[in-house]
C-alpha cells in the first residue's frame, strides 16, 4: 500500500513529455496558467473562452478548440486544499492545482490523445489497451476514413462529462444524476463493495442500460465498441482516482511550499525528479491493481431455493422485512412503498456537505450539481435497476 510520495523510485528514466503540457491548447489557458481563474471564475471562463473561441476559430480556420479534463475542484475544495472558493486565487494554490493536473496528464494524457503509464508489474500493462482507449477517446468521428475514434464523446459525455465528472451538459436535468466515474464508486456488480466493478458487470449495464434511470441501453453498438467504451471508463475511473489520490496528498503531506513534483528543477537535479516520477508511477498502479483484480473477488449468488415462492418462504421475508437485521422495512416503509427513512443523502452526494449552506454554495459554483436525497425504491412499482431481465 503506497501511502506517503517519499518512495524511493527504482526505475529506468523515462523521457518527461513537458512539451505536451506546455503545449495546451490556447483555449485552457491563459498567460498566466490554466488554474489562475479570478472567482466567480466559471462565469468569466465562459465568457472568455466564448470570445476566444470563435477568434481562434476564425483566425486558425477551425472550429472546436481541444476539450481539456476539468481538474476536481470540489474534492480540493471538500479537502480543504483550498477552505472556500476565494482560496482558488492564491498563486500557490494554483501552482499545486497545476502540479496535480500535470502528473496525471503527464501519465494518463489528454481527452484527444489518452496515454498510459508504464508499470514495472507488467500484469498491470495489459488491463486496458490504448488501441481500444482511442476508439472512445476524441472528437465524434475522429477518424472518418476509419470510422473510429469519439464514441465516449458521441454517446456517453453529454451526461457523464468529458472527464467523467458525471456532470455533462444534460446532467442537471435527470434523477438519479449520471455516476461521476472518478470516485470508482458503483452500484450495479457482483463483487464486493470496496472492490470496482468486473469488465463483465460494465459491458452488461452499458448493454441493458439502467431501467427507471436515464441511462440507456447501448444494445445497438458492436460489442467491440461497447468493449472500448468500458476500458474508456475504466480508464477516466483509475485517472479520477489517481487524481484524488494526489489532492489528498498535497492536502495531507506536503510542507509549506513544498512540490508535488518538481517538473521546474528537474534539469538541477535528475535523480529527485526521477524518484518523484517513479513514486507516481507506483501511486498509479493502485487503482490500475484494483481494477484489475475485481474479476477475482466476484461474489458467488447462489440460485433461488426451488420453494422461494412457497407460502412459508414469503412469510419468512416479511419476518426478515421488519427486522433490525435488516431494517428494509424502516427505509422502504411498512407497505414498501418507499416512505420510509427519506431524510438521508446518498454517498455520492455526502461529499457535498449538504448540511452546510456556505460549504455548499462553494461545491456548487465548483461545478458540483444539487445535492438530492436518497429515495427509497417503491418496491411495488416493479422496476428494478440492477435486475437480471432486459
Ligand atoms: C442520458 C444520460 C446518459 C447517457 C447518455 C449515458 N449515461 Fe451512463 N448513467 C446515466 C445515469 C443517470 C446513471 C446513474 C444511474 C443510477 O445511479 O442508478 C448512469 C450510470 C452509468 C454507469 C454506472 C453503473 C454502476 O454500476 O454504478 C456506467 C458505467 C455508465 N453509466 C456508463 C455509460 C456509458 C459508457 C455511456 C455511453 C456509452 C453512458 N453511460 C451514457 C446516464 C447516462
Ligand atoms: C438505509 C436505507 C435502506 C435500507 C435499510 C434498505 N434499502 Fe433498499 N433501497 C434504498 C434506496 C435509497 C434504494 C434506491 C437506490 C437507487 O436509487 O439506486 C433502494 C433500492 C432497493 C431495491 C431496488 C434495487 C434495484 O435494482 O432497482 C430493492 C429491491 C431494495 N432496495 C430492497 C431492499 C431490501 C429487501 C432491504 C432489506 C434487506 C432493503 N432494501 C434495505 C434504501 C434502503
Known sequence: MITSRRIPANRASEPIRLIQYAARPVDSRSDRGAFQRPVPWRLQYFIVMGGLMILVGSAAGCGTPKPQFEPNLAFMRYQKLAESRADFDDPELREQIDDIEHAVQWLFGTPDAPKLPEFDATELNHFLDLDRLKRSAGPVGGDLAEQTGGLYRQHCARCHGINGSGTGLMAGLLKPYPRDFRRGVFKFKRTSSQVPPTRQDMMRTIERGIPGTAMPSFAELSEEDRLALVQYVQYLSIRGELERFLIVEVAMELDEGERLVSWATREQNPDRFEEEVGWLREVASEPMRRWAEAASHVTHVPEPPEDWRSE???????????????????????????????????????????????????????????????????????????????
Open 312 to 390: 412459508t418462504s414469503v412469510s419468512r421475508g416479511k419476518a426478515l422485512f421488519f427486522t433490525t437485521l435488516t431494517n428494509c422495512a424502516a427505509c422502504h416503509g411498512d407497505t414498501a412503498l418507499g416512505d420510509g427513512q427519506t431524510d438521508d443523502y446518498g454517498d455520492w452526494a455526502k461529499e457535498f456537505e449538504p448540511g452546510k449552506p456556505a460549504a455548499l454554495r462553494d461545491y456548487l459554483a465548483l461545478g458540483a450539481l444539487p445535492p438530492y436525497k436518497s429515495q427509497p425504491r417503491n418496491l411495488r412499482l416493479g422496476v428494478y435497476r440492477g435486475g437480471e431481465d432486459r
